[in-house]
């Protein structure tokens, strides 16, 4: 007997989970119609499941912060201090960091670079025109000029155009007040 990926073992379970449920709803209608029907109420069952889990998602990502900044509330200084003790103590001490059982610790160098900053920016764009002109770039605020162009006024090199409509298909759930649908207890 050949091993199977695990993968498409799980993804065979959820096929006979969705034939079951497809066949139970095809044998209550009679005709073609039903998948419809059928396929956009899974949807929608799976939208809401989905939109409950993220709530608790972000939830839980609450709690996993505020307990981060309790951490570092508490024991912020004195693991500090005493990361520097390990890291002063490391062996060889040219390197930049520490391994420990449970993680990393070490120094960054960060600034010490230029930074550009602008004090007056309409004496600095006058100065920059004369002295390079091709670090002052001139751009157009599209929505702006739609705007205009909607109310009437002539933007000479600007037009406003209907696009060509194209219909394409798609499948999505309808949103609903309650979370689920309900479904009798015969199909699950």
């Known amino acids: 007997m050949t091993e199977q990926d695990p993968m498409m073992l799980a993804l065979q379970e959820e096929f006979d989970v969705i034939d079951a449920d497809a066949n139970l709803a095809q044998s209550r209608h009679e005709g073609q119609g039903w998948v419809v029907e059928w396929y956009l109420q899974r949807l929608a069952e799976l939208d809401a499941v989905a939109g409950v889990h993220h709530d608790q998602f972000k939830t839980l990502q609450s709690q996993i912060d505020s307990r981060r900044k309790a ?76 705007e205009q162009l909607e109310a009437g006024v002539a933007i000479e090199g600007a037009r406003l155009v209907v696009t060509d409509k194209v219909e394409s298909f798609y499948a999505g759930s309808v949103k609903f007040d309650r979370p689920l649908l309900e479904r009798t207890d015969d199909e699950h």
């Not at 693991?79 to 960054?108: H, N, W, Y």
């Open 71 to 146: 951490l570092d509330y508490r024991y912020g200084e004195l693991f500090q201090q005493e990361a520097m003790k390990v890291f002063a103590a490391r062996p060889d001490q040219k390197k930049k960091s520490v391994d420990t059982l449970c993680g990393r610790i070490g120094c960054r160098t960060t600034g010490g670079k230029q930074k550009l900053v602008i004090d007056d920016e309409v004496k600095a764009i006058a100065s920059a025109e004369i002295e390079c002109p091709e670090a002052v770039k001139k751009t157009l605020s599209r929505s702006i000029i739609k």
